[in-house]
């Protein structure tokens, strides 16, 4: 299996760091993993090459997670990334407008690394 | 017109009798799963009075306006935020400051969750974080305070929501 290259998106950078160590412990074999601190690091990110997942914070300075999904569905190459919204964000609505603009799922947080590897796995699947 | 915040007013949440409880349980579950530690909360007294050096504040804007904030001496957020990083070292003061940032905000955001005419209708800010030796948080909101005290190790947590009416 091609280990994956992972973009983590959030303001802070303890959450990156916890992001990052819950995909080690639940066990997925990573490749680069790529830190960005807004949706417009993100962007940047994403033109510099292509990722395999995205997790992405919504509530963020600059650009949040939802203007970032929303610039990020219309760069042709990023077309079929996943992305997952990792929020603490408690509005339906606002999770529903990630799901309708492209995100394939979020993790509330709080979340155990077990909430990322069940939500994150299947969509490493097609790596395989 | 504002239909959007026509909307928001229309659906203004007062607090009630259940949101202590609820602030105190949202804080509890932040803890337990994001550092494997079990708050004990303090009883509640009128001499419980929130100090320290480190606070954190998250604003809740729409059906509910105020502010949410967690206070504490350094010396526990370096602990809370060695406990987030599973770091048995010292952590760097940005990260401190990063951590309880981000546990105010997850506070913030499970309370809101755990009542529903909030979690749709109330938005929260970026979270701030207020360090130094000698200062007072004094809050224009007018409305109900409610505020819990947990023990943390060997030192003391206040978390507070302070609501504008």
Same mark, same amino acid.
């Not at chain 1, 997952?84 to 407008?97: D, H, K, L, N």
């Not at chain 2, 000698?134 to 609501?163: K, R």
């Given at each position: 299996?091609?280990?994956?290259?992972?973009?983590?998106?959030?303001?802070?950078?303890?959450?990156?760091?916890?992001?990052?160590?819950?995909?080690?412990?639940?066990?997925?074999?990573?490749?680069?993993?790529?830190?960005?601190?807004?949706?417009?690091?993100?962007?940047?990110?994403?033109?510099?090459?292509?990722?395999?997942?995205i997790?992405s914070?919504i509530?963020?300075?600059?650009?949040?997670g939802i203007?970032?999904l929303?610039?990020l569905v219309?760069?042709?190459?990023?077309?079929?990334?996943p992305v997952v919204m990792?929020?603490?964000?408690?509005?339906?609505?606002?999770v529903v407008e990630a799901l309708s603009i492209g995100a394939k799922g979020y993790?509330?947080?709080?979340?155990?690394?077990?909430?990322?590897?069940?939500?994150?796995?299947?969509?490493?699947?097609?790596?395989? | 017109?504002?239909?959007?915040?026509?909307?928001?007013?229309?659906?203004?949440?007062?607090?009630?009798?259940?949101?202590?409880?609820?602030?105190?349980?949202?804080?509890?579950?932040?803890?337990?799963?994001?550092?494997?530690?079990?708050?004990?909360?303090?009883?509640? %007294?009128?001499?419980? +009075?929130?100090? *320290? =050096?480190?606070?954190? @504040? $998250?604003?809740? !804007?729409?059906?509910?306006?105020?502010?949410?904030?967690?206070?504490?001496?350094?010396?526990?957020?370096?602990?809370?935020?060695?406990?987030?990083?599973?770091?048995?070292?010292?952590?760097?003061?940005?990260?401190?400051?990063?951590?309880?940032?981000?546990?105010?905000?997850?506070?913030?955001?499970?309370?809101?969750?755990?009542?529903?005419?909030?979690?749709?209708?109330?938005?929260? %800010?970026?979270?701030? +974080?207020?360090? *130094? =030796?000698?200062?007072? @948080? $004094?809050?224009? !909101?007018?409305?109900?305070?409610?505020?819990?005290?947990?023990?943390?190790?060997?030192?003391?947590?206040?978390?507070?929501?302070?609501?504008?009416?």
């Amino acid at each position: 299996m091609k280990r994956p290259r992972i973009l983590i998106v959030d303001d802070s950078s303890v959450m990156r760091k916890i992001v990052e160590r819950s995909l080690r412990q639940a066990g997925l074999e990573l490749g680069d993993i790529v830190e960005a601190g807004n949706g417009i690091e993100a962007l940047a990110a994403v033109n510099a090459g292509p990722f395999d997942l995205i997790l992405s914070d919504i509530n963020m300075p600059a650009m949040d997670g939802i203007e970032f999904l929303r610039q990020l569905v219309t760069i042709e190459s990023c077309k079929g990334t996943p992305v997952v919204m990792v929020t603490t964000e408690g509005s339906e609505s606002r999770v529903v407008e990630a799901l309708s603009i492209g995100a394939k799922g979020y993790i509330r947080k709080p979340f155990t690394p077990d909430q990322i590897k069940e939500r994150v796995t299947p969509l490493l699947e097609v790596l395989r | 017109m504002n239909p959007a915040l026509d909307a928001k007013i229309q659906t203004a949440v007062r607090p009630d009798a259940t949101w202590g409880s609820l602030l105190e349980l949202a804080t509890k579950e932040v803890f337990q799963i994001m550092l494997q530690s079990d708050l004990n909360t303090r009883p509640k %007294s009128l001499e419980d +009075v929130a100090s *320290g =050096d480190t606070t954190a @504040m $998250v604003g809740l !804007a729409g059906s509910l306006c105020g502010v949410l904030s967690i206070r504490c001496a350094s010396r526990t957020a370096e602990s809370m935020a060695g406990r987030m990083l599973g770091s048995v070292g010292p952590v760097a003061a940005s990260d401190v400051a990063d951590a309880i940032a981000e546990i105010c905000n997850m506070v913030a955001g499970n309370f809101k969750g755990k009542i529903s005419l909030l979690a749709d209708h109330c938005m929260l %800010s970026v979270p701030t +974080v207020i360090r *130094g =030796d000698d200062y007072e @948080m $004094v809050t224009i !909101a007018d409305g109900e305070q409610i505020a819990a005290s947990f023990g943390y190790e060997n030192g003391v947590i206040w978390v507070s929501l302070a609501v504008h009416s």
